[in-house]
């Protein structure tokens, strides 16, 4: 059992009714936003050589503040990875705004067309972190999603994001920012330990900052300018975002040797 999350549970509880009251009124002044259109592209690289990727997850997968998925995260990864490992770079998003990682592996997996793919990309955390979900009952969600995965898709690379940053949102309140930031932190370090024990899957574990992102890739803005409603990214964050990630990718032994490994097939 995880001690922090029961720490957490016996100061939060207390401050649910309020927590209710305030996520109310968020809901009120946070706008509803499309998810981003244009879920599947094929990159114009010149080179013979392919990968396959899936991008599979809840509102930031599905494009959520932003118009079209080529200027979001699948879009800006592909663009970054097919650059640098000089492969043409196919790639489909599947998500739902508001999808669980149970709901992903009941609604989502299932409509799956593709066969084969090389690399699967998960982004989840948020509405499990919403929702409350308990640490052990994630931990069985995310044990599940990748068994049924990996049955469906063999030798797949599987990558999970970064968890999200609540504690960032600007549109929470402090109490909300504690309370739930605190838990998709402790969901982040379950799902740490549940990669671990499957061969193949990775998690990118680095905690997001706003902060460490400006410093990090030099980037001139505002704080504000990461969130397109106070909650769900901005275009600049999605594409900082796949940045970085491309990086881990690429400076993570074990998964650039997967991805050239799948481009030699």
Do not use: C
């Not at 997996?109 to 593709?114: A, G, H, L, M, Q």
């Amino acid at each position: 059992m995880n001690f922090k999350y029961f720490l957490g549970a016996l100061i939060s509880v207390p401050l649910l009714p309020v927590m209710y009251f305030q996520g109310v009124q968020i809901r009120k002044n946070v706008p509803i936003l499309p998810e981003a259109k244009g879920t599947e592209g094929l990159n114009l690289q010149s080179s013979q050589k392919k990968l396959r990727i899936l991008f599979i997850g809840e509102s930031t997968i599905a494009g959520v503040g932003v118009k079209t998925h080529q200027e979001g995260f699948a879009g800006t990864l592909a663009n970054e990875l097919e650059t640098k490992l000089d492969v043409k770079i196919e790639w489909k998003v599947y998500a739902k705004s508001g999808y669980t990682a149970k709901n992903v592996t009941r609604k989502i997996i299932p409509k799956i067309k593709e066969n084969e793919v090389d690399v699967i990309i998960i982004g989840l955390g948020g509405n499990d972190t919403f929702t409350l979900n308990t640490p052990w009952k994630w931990k069985n969600d995310i044990r599940d999603l990748i068994k049924t995965l990996q049955s469906r898709f063999k030798n797949v690379s599987i990558i999970f994001t970064n968890m999200p940053p609540i504690k960032e949102f600007p549109a929470f309140t402090k109490l909300t920012k504690f309370v739930l930031g605190n838990l998709v932190e402790i969901l982040g370090e379950e799902l740490e330990g549940v990669v671990s024990n499957f061969e193949n899957v990775f998690y990118y574990s680095q905690t997001i900052t706003i902060e460490n992102w400006i410093k990090k890739m030099n980037i001139d803005a505002k704080p504000q300018d990461f969130f397109s409603d106070g909650v769900h990214p901005s275009k600049l964050t999605y594409q900082t975002w796949a940045k970085d990630f491309s990086n881990f990718i690429l400076h993570d032994i074990a998964i650039k040797g997967n991805l050239e490994q799948r481009i030699k097939i």
